[in-house]
């Protein structure tokens, strides 16, 4: 599987984004892999952001992105999308998307449990 984020740019807040993680499964479907967004600021460990089961009911986000986030997926274009709106300073940092099928519920915002990542894609939110 080959994941390949996009979107990223430079934003002022309060303003919005779209990142995009489009993959690669080497022919086969896109079912059953969960896909996540974590990020990463400098000097700052990764932390999970958002994630959403293959299928599309279920979506996860953590506390300080919810509300202003949202994950949502098209399986047929194995694309996976991060709408993020009302943006803060604080949200600048290099987010990167992750899958992995076999997910299970209570490690979906751990990123040992998935396997591929992508490049990553930088997002600066201007004050």
């Known amino acids: 599987v080959q994941l390949q984020a996009s979107g990223g740019g430079l934003v002022q807040a309060g303003g919005s984004l779209v990142l995009s993680c489009a993959a690669s499964v080497s022919g086969r479907t896109f079912s059953g892999y969960t896909v996540g967004w974590f990020r990463q600021a400098p000097g700052k460990e990764r932390e999970f952001v958002a994630a959403i089961r293959w299928s599309g009911a279920n979506t996860y986000y953590s506390a300080f992105v919810k509300g202003r986030f949202t994950i949502s997926r098209d399986n047929p274009k194995n694309t996976v999308y991060l709408q993020m709106n009302s943006l803060k300073p604080e949200d600048t940092a290099v987010y990167y998307c992750?899958?992995?099928?076999?997910?299970?519920?209570?490690?979906?915002?751990?990123?040992?449990?998935?396997?591929?990542w992508g490049q990553g894609t930088q997002v600066t939110v201007s004050s």
């Open positions: 992750a899958t992995s099928r076999g997910v299970i519920t209570s490690a979906t915002m751990a990123a040992n449990s998935y396997g591929y």
